[in-house]
């Protein structure tokens, strides 16, 4: 018995040394976003690209070179986790190997108001939007 206690406890002490070296867009994409306080967030930060419905078709999209993503696209956006969207909204488009065209927002936005837009583009895969 005395020897499960300590595998259990060196395995929580493993993971606490671990936790703090997590990424942050990974320990913030857990946290649940709030889709209308997203909105907010879309329509400032977001809409001159990807629209005010989500499919990519912004007035700012006319002149790029890579078309922004489509986030009513649901074939397509359920092979992207939420992480990498955190990661990609956080840090930029390079960040994750995508388009450099696609700002960093890690400088503007908190790390709730990301999650919060992500809710935002889950609902345009869902129709809910």
Same mark, same amino acid.
């Given at each position: 018995m005395t020897k499960k206690y300590f595998f259990f406890f060196a395995i929580m002490l493993s993971l606490l040394w671990f936790l703090p070296t997590v990424p942050d867009f990974v320990r913030a994409a857990g946290k649940p976003?709030?889709?209308?306080?997203?909105?907010?967030?879309?329509?400032?930060?977001?809409?001159?690209c990807h629209g005010e419905t989500g499919k990519g078709d912004?007035? $700012? *999209?006319?002149?790029?070179?890579?078309?922004?993503?489509?986030?009513?696209?649901?074939?397509?956006? *359920? $092979?992207? *986790?939420?992480?990498?969207?955190?990661?990609?909204? %956080?840090?930029?488009?390079?960040?994750?190997? %995508? *388009?450099k065209l696609m700002p960093a927002f890690g400088a503007k936005l908190k790390d709730q108001e990301i999650s919060d837009v992500i809710a935002v583009i889950k609902s345009f895969q869902n129709g809910k939007r």
């Open positions: 976003g709030n889709a209308q306080a997203g909105m907010e967030v879309h329509k400032r930060q977001c809409v001159r912004g007035p $700012g *999209s006319a002149v790029l070179k890579t078309k922004p993503a489509d986030w009513t696209d649901a074939a397509r956006m *359920s $092979g992207v *986790s939420e992480a990498e969207m955190f990661q990609v909204i %956080k840090d930029g488009g390079t960040a994750a190997g %995508k *388009s």
